[in-house]
T-cell receptor, first 111, second 119 residues
Framework: RKEVEQDPGPFNVPEGATVAFNCTYSNSASQSFFWYRQDCRKEPKLLMSVYSSGNEDGRFTAQLNRASQYISLLIRDSKLSDSATYLCVVMFGTGFQKLVFGTGTRLLVSP | NAGVTQTPKFRVLKTGQSMTLLCAQDMNHEYMYWYRQDPGMGLRLIHYSVGEGTTAKGEVPDGYNVSRLKKQNFLLGLESAAPSQTSVYFC??????????????????FGPGTRLTVT
């Protein structure tokens, strides 16, 4: 089983739609969780961290379910500029904390 | 601040040739990393460094060597390139660990990547 699993997509949605991605992780000792965004042929950039209580940043909402070992990302009112690949990232370990990246979920927002 | 920079941006090598990829960061970060990204595989850690003069193996270190002689630079070497090393290579850095379990304290800053093709 992969340490971090994501549906590769693509998710094709019209502008203004709401879309949600899930990500599952296998290591129950995972400590921190993140969503990164990666545009085509560019480097990944941090979109948001995921807190146990859930957190929101504008149109983006992240949730964590430790019992079921998954995290989610909800995007409301999708924009064309949201088209990208969204990487789920999990951190665990003491001392050197290892980050494990999912393979990403591709989102395509159309006019 | 330039952030994290990588040179070169593109390179084509023949099997058996050697090369060095340079990563530089101007954020005074302690931790630096080299990843490779292949289709359907996600980012995989090659080597990392937790400070000047230290390096350690990551998930896929075979065929690569690294050096961290200066805090701001992290070099990735391919001694004898193989077609299996065709990939996009990303360098990343972040402040030293244990600054909090979440949030921007743990953000990794990535360089723009190096696209390497080995024929």
């Amino acid at each position: 089983r992969k340490e971090v699993e994501q549906d590769p997509g693509p998710f094709n949605v019209p502008e203004g739609a709401t879309v949600a991605f899930n990500c599952t992780y296998s290591n129950s000792a995972s400590q921190s969780f993140f969503w990164y965004r990666q545009d085509c042929r560019k480097e990944p950039k941090l979109l948001m961290s995921v807190y146990s209580s859930g957190n929101e940043d504008g149109r983006f909402t992240a949730q964590l379910n430790r019992a079921s070992q998954y995290i989610s990302l909800l995007i409301r009112d999708s924009k064309l500029s949201d088209s990208a690949t969204y990487l789920c990232v999990v951190m665990f370990g003491t001392g050197f904390q290892k980050l494990v990246f999912g393979t990403g979920t591709r989102l395509l927002v159309s006019p | 601040n330039a952030g994290v920079t990588q040179t070169p941006k593109f390179r084509v090598l023949k099997t058996g040739q050697s090369m060095t990829l340079l990563c530089a960061q101007d954020m005074n970060h302690e931790y630096m990393y080299w990843y490779r990204q292949d289709p359907g595989m996600g980012l995989r850690l090659i080597h990392y460094s937790v400070g000047e003069g230290t390096t350690a193996k990551g998930e896929v270190p075979d065929g690569y060597n690294v050096s961290r002689l200066k805090k701001q630079n992290f070099l990735l070497g391919l001694e004898s390139a193989a077609p299996s090393q065709t990939s996009v290579y990303f360098c990343a850095s972040r402040p030293s660990g244990n600054r909090g379990l979440s949030g921007r304290d743990n953000e990794q800053y990535f360089g723009p990547g190096t696209r390497l093709t080995v024929t």
